[in-house]
């Protein structure tokens, strides 16, 4: 029974001592090294901060499409010479067609939309179709203008998209070598595409569109980048006020490096330099593309409004993820080059000359 408490006791001791990330470490690291140095607190990331980049529920982000229906029993019979048609009419109507995925959906109403069209011109010399070949039209063209709305669905309703744009519970992993997201980037440019080249252009078949899905569920990095950004946005911030701070302006009141503005250089080369300017590389490169896609995508017309307010909230203008971090980008390195320069400790400088030498 002792053994047993014991084996215990040390379960819960190591769970309670789970390190944090590597890449969460480094920026904690970071923010704390400068703290030391310029005596200056900080906040710590709160990671209830990455709720704000949560999807909103489903039913916010579906479309309520009105069905279009035309005579089975007249369209077997009118349209014996288009067997494609019929073989469509006859899945949609199936068991199984009624409860088709959205996503299969999107490429049935391609297939339906061409095999209406398809109809269309081989009745065109019967002058006896007159009528239906006028009906066949206007349904080909109704379900055309409805394209984007299915587009929407197909992405909204699935667990692929979802799990793309969800926030990760990590950071992005700290790697010597560039991280890549080249299928999933690739999937959603793919998919913006499509979206856009909607109605003229017919939504791909099923394999290729499942392919694309598929490769938005295989893809890690878009949610843990998204995590990095918000974290990396909120180090970058606070290490700004610090160096910002009246400690950081003070550092070289003779505007000669002194013993405090030392340490600090190291800080920026082992730590900045060392660390966290590769990291943010990482993101960048990830980070460039992924940014993109998502402002193509939420181009597609028709995108509903819980959408639109989601995706410009991650790539978007104003206040967007993105765009935040860009900007605490600039001024963090800014303020770098502000306090190094006051001490004259900015690469070219004396005092970065003479700190290197030693």
């Known amino acids: 029974m002792r053994k047993l408490l014991i084996l215990i006791g040390i379960s819960l001791l190591l769970a309670g001592c789970e390190r944090s990330p590597p890449a969460a470490r480094q920026m904690d690291n970071y923010l704390e090294r400068l703290g030391r140095v310029l005596d200056q607190d900080h906040q710590e990331y709160n990671v209830e901060e990455l709720s704000k980049y949560r999807l909103p529920e489903r039913r916010e982000r579906l479309i309520d499409i009105e069905p279009m229906r035309i005579s089975l029993i007249k369209l077997l019979v ?39 069209e398809d109809c269309a011109v081989i009745l065109s010399d019967d002058p006896d179709r007159e009528d239906l070949i006028a009906e066949l039209e206007q349904l080909a063209a109704d379900k055309r203008a409805q394209l984007p709305a299915v587009f929407w669905n197909a992405l909204n309703a699935s667990e692929e998209f979802e799990y793309y744009l969800r926030f990760a519970a990590e950071p992005l992993p700290v790697q010597e070598q560039a991280l890549e997201d080249r299928r999933g980037a690739l999937a959603l440019s ?9 109605p003229d ?15 938005l569920h295989q893809s890690e990095r878009s949610s843990q ?15 700004t006020n610090m160096l910002s701070s009246s400690a950081a302006r003070q550092l070289c009141p003779m505007g000669q490096p002194t013993s405090r503005s030392r340490i600090l250089l190291n800080v920026f080369v082992l730590f900045y330099a060392g660390e966290i300017q590769p990291y943010m590389a990482q993101i960048q490169r990830l ?3 992924w940014q993109q896609n998502i402002s193509q995508l939420k181009a597609v017309p028709a995108i509903p409004p819980a959408t639109a307010n989601y995706l410009g909230s991650l790539a978007g203008e104003d206040n967007a993820l993105w765009l935040r971090y860009q900007r605490q980008l600039t001024a963090h390195s800014e303020a770098w080059q502000e306090v190094l320069g006051a001490c004259q400790m900015r ?12």
């Open 201 to 215: 252009q017919l939504p791909p078949p099923l394999p290729e569109l499942e392919a694309h899905f598929q490769s």
């Open 78 to 116: 009118d349209t014996r010479r288009c067997k494609p048609l019929q073989q469509r009419v006859s899945e949609r109507n199936s068991i199984l067609g009624k409860v088709m995925p959205w996503s299969h959906r999107l490429a049935f109403e391609g297939e339906l939309i061409r095999a209406i």
């Open 287 to 289: 980070g460039q593309p």
């Open 225 to 239: 980048l998204i995590h990095s950004l918000s974290r990396m946005t909120h180090t970058l911030e606070q290490a």
């Open 190 to 198: 793919e998919l913006a595409d499509t979206g856009l080249g909607l």
């Open 347 to 358: 690469p070219g400088q004396s005092g970065w000359q003479s700190t290197a030498e030693g």
